[in-house]
């Protein structure tokens, strides 16, 4: 690369602020420059080897300028993005009771896996014959994704589970049309369903309609109403989330499931929360006719700060035809990928799907074993409930009542309404648990004045026990000062964030 | 080994405080009916030792570019990965947090990816980008739907010299929807021709999707392109240029931007991201300040925190599903974070000049290799356009023949294009080779050898 001749600047005095530089938490900053406040023009981190061929003139017309990036060296790259790593809570270092997100350990040997050579060296349009361990691979998750939902075929083509409910919608669709029934154009969802439901619905042309969920439960009578009213035949599907976004387990789903199904509709299993039920029961069983997975959710994928997680379907038999291409087989011990699928919806994102993420998926699923996730599921839901049996007392919970035999599953909501009563915002009790470690549950969801906890099987009981010791602490410190709170965080990177100015003129990219 | 490390006491201790006497108890809600009895057919658990060996096995009965020199593109291309990447990516801090909804416990993604916002804003040469989409194809969806969303109108044009699968996916995605979707047909010079979109645009237009380098490796005119849609439309909202890029290109090239694109899509693989069968990838997305409000996918801005100090944090959440439902931008809420964060540190690691070198030895290394080739007897270059780094060679027998006997010199000679997965996009002969800085001379000596021998 050139070196440019640069001019010998003057030494600049360096002045340390008294605090700024102060570490707080974990060698944590105030504030960390951005990446091109650092940069030093003709710095550079890499070069390339010397041009080993002739060079071919690059007419003028078609050229621009290098892009407006950063230069620096590799040392410097390195130290940024160590230190933006050290202002992140995350799994391996805090507690993350994330409801509905399953935020379980996540294991290095999938790590591993990923990154074998023999892996990430494959380009996605070779030939069957050059990827015989790698189709092996994705030919044996489809078989355990069918086994574990008790349901016939996968496709492991989408690519995050708001794609797999967009993929077996379109799925669904396609059915109807191929059997005379296209005016089947109507989705029915709970009114506490994820919101990745309706978006879906509406990015495949369908009109989704609210059904009621009083107590977290979707109302049996408001679905035969809604039903009666639209016309059964114009119903194509009922999404539920089962356990519910409450997380609570639908003692009627018998009876949801027949009524769906004598309006010719299906049921279609939004699968964020299978960690309750792995091996406990099948979507199969309770009579989801297609389901997607979230492979960061129950199968360890990691969240990687938003991405990439997987999202996996699976679908009875009659409605295989229409997934997506290709689709990964076997014919005796040679594993192919198939794209000659008349009636497929076509794909849905290029090439085979997040092969590296589902690489992490087999990796797991082998580790676990079938009563290994069986146990999985068996935790999870009593990590649940001995944390909602603990905290109880300071803590309302309008869906758990141990005392009726009415227990969560693999998490749990509470409206802290008492606390709320003294003045501090459900805010305020969230931004001061990252005072004390922990990253806040989800909030206002799926009621208003919620939390959702959602500890996962893989916290040791110290762990589970430090969280309720933090939470009774929150308690206490609200009834003796609730304005206390809304100073937190104290101990964070930064104090609490104006939300509010972030969104009303938006600065989205820097302008230095 | 499922990683759970409560003990058997603990689970018991566990089951007193919540006053059950079985864990069966606390799955009393499954209706009997509905339980699943048996064991699920799954093999037995594995020790992470068994796991590795079975591992290295199935790792080791594939055959790609660790052990050939790849020459393969048609959108995923094998690039130099500077060495720090897998080391920091691998930080629990950034593999294994969740999305920065809790903007205090997650500055760090936060800012990492407000500086990708602007390294892609920058790269394409527009306003503002988003923190990514699922893939390329699915970011080009996206920007059709942002079109259609915006000038509402139902027409949306597409060049026929886009990936097949690009366009297997928009297929999809504009499908059941209120919209057309009309494929351009292509020149015969392997470009599409403005006067054929002057042809196809209408009042009702919302967009002309244009990729370059294109699927043959050919640079189109994206100015004229979008320049002749926007003139041949006379009625209300005007249609929206929207450039498919390759952001290698892109440092070298001229942007989407500069070229008039109102939105750029592309596939964000060739930013330090291994080919690993085809994902995951990340979507690049980035558009006219215009269109903020209506972006699909994650916003990071700028704010304070309560003592002055600048800090990061989600923005315009109102655009996204989990607030706004059945009326959201899009459906995404997982997006391709951690591969943004890759994206990232690969461009702040490369810089321009590195970037600017690296697409200048594609050019230089393309270029020498299809003058090579191109006067080998029997062979020659299947279009006269202007390329970037990939082109077609028509080969005087059949690609699948000269692709299969490279394959004994080690080579990975490139893609068919008369194949299924290539959408028969050229005939039986015609071969589309990629080149990238990581080609040595020797290993181009290896393939134009290869195909001399096998000719």
Same mark, same amino acid.
């Given at each position: ?49 010397? %041009? +080993?061929? $002739?060079?071919?003139?690059?007419? @003028?017309?078609?050229? !621009? /300028?290098?892009? =407006? ?81 008790? %349901? +016939?075929? $996968?496709?492991?083509?989408?690519? @995050?589970?708001?794609? !797999? /409910?967009?993929? =077996? ?94 309006? !010719? ?248 | ?154 027409r949306?044009l597409?060049a026929g ?21 009309i494929e351009l047909p292509v020149s015969?010079?392997?470009?599409i021709a403005p006067a054929v979109i002057a042809e196809h645009a209408d009042n009702?237009t919302?967009?002309v ?15 004229t392109c979008?320049?002749t849609v926007?003139n041949a439309v ?5 249609p ?216």
């Amino acid at each position: 690369m050139p070196t440019t001749m640069m001019k010998p600047a003057e030494p600049v005095h360096v002045e340390i602020p008294s605090d700024a530089e102060t570490p707080r938490t974990r060698g944590e900053r105030a504030t960390e420059p951005l990446v091109f406040e650092k940069s030093s023009p003709g710095a550079h981190a890499v070069t390339l080897p010397a %041009l +080993d061929v $002739a060079e071919t003139a690059i007419p @003028a017309d078609l050229t !621009g /300028e290098a892009p =407006a990036w950063p230069e620096l060296g590799m040392l410097q790259v390195i130290r940024h993005y160590t230190h933006l790593s050290q202002r992140n809570f995350c799994i391996d270092g805090e507690f993350y009771p994330l409801g509905s997100c399953t935020m379980k350990f996540n294991p290095r040997i999938n790590e591993h896996a990923a990154s074998l050579p023999g892996f990430t060296s494959l380009h996605p349009l070779q030939d069957d014959e050059d990827l015989q361990g790698a189709l092996k691979l994705l030919y044996e998750t489809r078989r355990f994704l069918e086994e574990i939902a008790g %349901l +016939d075929e $996968a496709s492991l083509q989408p690519a @995050a589970g708001a794609h !797999g /409910e967009y993929t =077996a919608l379109k799925v669904i669709r396609a059915y109807f049309k191929d059997h005379g029934q296209p005016q089947r154009n109507k989705v029915l969802a709970p009114e506490n369903a994820h919101g990745t439901n309706p978006a879906s619905c509406t990015m495949c042309g369908a009109n989704v309609i609210a059904v009621k969920a009083p107590g977290g439960y979707t109302d049996i009578d408001d679905l035969k109403r809604i039903i009666e009213e639209e016309g059964a035949d114009t119903i194509m599907a009922l999404m539920i989330t089962n356990p519910n976004t409450a997380g609570l387990f639908d003692r009627k789903i018998d009876e949801i499931s027949k009524i769906v199904h004598d309006a !010719g509709a299906l049921l279609y299993l939004d699968g964020a929360n299978m960690n309750a039920i792995l091996g406990r029961t099948r979507p199969g069983d309770f009579g989801a006719d297609a389901m997607h997975y979230n492979t960061h959710k129950t199968f360890s994928t990691p969240h990687g700060c938003g991405g990439p997680g997987a999202g996996p379907i699976v679908v009875r038999d009659f409605l295989a035809p229409y997934l997506p291409v290709p689709q990964v087989v076997e014919n005796n011990g040679v594993f192919a990928l198939e794209f000659d699928h008349p009636k497929s919806i076509g794909k849905v994102r290029s090439f085979v799907g997040q092969f590296g993420v589902l690489v992490r998926c087999w990796t797991y699923l082998r580790a676990c074993g079938p009563d290994g996730l069986r146990e999985v599921a068996e935790q999870a839901v009593l990590s649940a409930n001995y944390l909602a049996a603990r905290l109880q007392d300071r803590y309302e919970m309008p869906f758990f009542h141990p005392e009726s035999g009415r227990f969560c599953a693999h998490e749990f909501v509470t409206v802290p309404d008492r606390l709320l009563g003294k003045g501090v915002q459900l805010l305020d009790i969230a931004k001061r648990m990252i005072d004390y470690g922990v990253h806040p549950p989800t909030m206002h969801w799926p009621v208003r004045n919620c939390l959702m906890v959602e500890p996962t099987e893989t916290e040791s009981l110290e762990t589970l026990d430090r969280f309720v010791a933090v939470m009774h602490r929150i308690a206490d410190e609200i009834e003796r000062d609730a304005s206390s709170l809304t100073l937190a965080p104290q101990n964070a990177t930064v104090k609490r964030l104006d939300i509010v100015a972030a969104d009303r003129k938006p600065k989205t990219v820097f302008e230095g | 080994m499922n990683y759970v490390s409560i003990t058997p006491q603990q689970r018991q201790t566990m089951l007193d405080a919540i006053g059950v006497d079985s864990i069966d108890a606390l799955f009393d809600a499954i209706p009997a009916s509905s339980r699943f009895a048996g064991e699920l057919d799954l093999p037995p658990a594995a020790s992470e030792l068994e796991l590795q060996r079975e591992l290295a096995v199935l790792a080791g009965a594939n055959r790609g570019g660790s052990t050939r020199a790849c020459f393969m593109g048609a959108g995923v291309y094998d690039h130099f990965i500077p060495s720090f990447i897998d080391q920091i990516i691998s930080r629990g801090e950034f593999l294994t947090a969740y999305t920065p909804y809790q903007a205090e416990a997650s500055q760090g993604s936060l800012q990492a990816f407000f500086e990708f916002q602007t390294q892609i804003a920058r790269l394409t040469g527009l306003d503002i980008a988003n923190a990514s989409m699922y893939e390329g194809a699915t970011a080009v969806a996206e920007a059709a739907l942002l079109a259609l969303n915006s000038t509402g109108k139902r027409r949306v044009l597409v060049a026929g010299t886009l990936h097949p699968d690009t366009l297997r996916v928009l297929r999809t995605y504009m499908d059941d929807l209120p919209a057309k979707l009309i494929e351009l047909p292509v020149s015969e010079d392997g470009v599409i021709a403005p006067a054929v979109i002057a042809e196809h645009a209408d009042n009702d237009t919302a967009c002309v999707i244009v990729q370059s380098p294109n699927v043959f490796g050919l640079i189109e005119n994206w100015a004229t392109c979008f320049e002749t849609v926007k003139n041949a439309v006379t009625v209300g909202a005007k249609p929206l240029g929207v450039a498919v890029f390759n952001p290698i290109a892109c440092a070298l090239l001229k942007t989407p931007g500069a070229c008039g694109a109102d939105i750029a899509a592309g596939e964000g693989q060739p930013l330090g991201v291994p080919m690993q069968l085809g994902g995951p990838y990340l979507g690049l997305f980035s558009a006219k300040q215009e269109f903020l409000r209506k972006m699909p996918g994650r916003l990071v801005g700028e704010t304070m925190d309560a003592d002055g100090r600048r800090a990061f944090s989600l923005v315009l959440q109102t655009r996204e599903q989990h607030i706004r439902g059945a009326k959201a931008t899009s459906n995404i809420c997982t997006n391709q974070g951690l591969l943004a964060l890759r994206a990232t540190m690969h461009m702040s690691a490369m810089g321009p000049a590195g970037i600017r070198a690296v697409a200048e030895q594609c050019w230089h290394k393309a270029h020498d290799l299809a003058k090579r080739i191109a006067a080998l007897p029997g062979y020659s270059l299947r279009y006269g356009g202007e390329f970037f780094h990939e082109f077609v060679v028509t080969c005087p027998k059949p690609a699948r023949q000269i692709i299969d006997a490279a394959k004994a010199d080690g080579l990975l000679a490139g893609v068919d294009l008369s194949c299924d997965r290539m959408a028969h996009m050229g005939g039986e002969n015609e071969l589309l080779i990629a080149v990238t800085e990581m080609r040595t001379k020797a290993e181009m000596d290896a393939l134009v050898a290869s195909l001399k021998k096998h000719g």
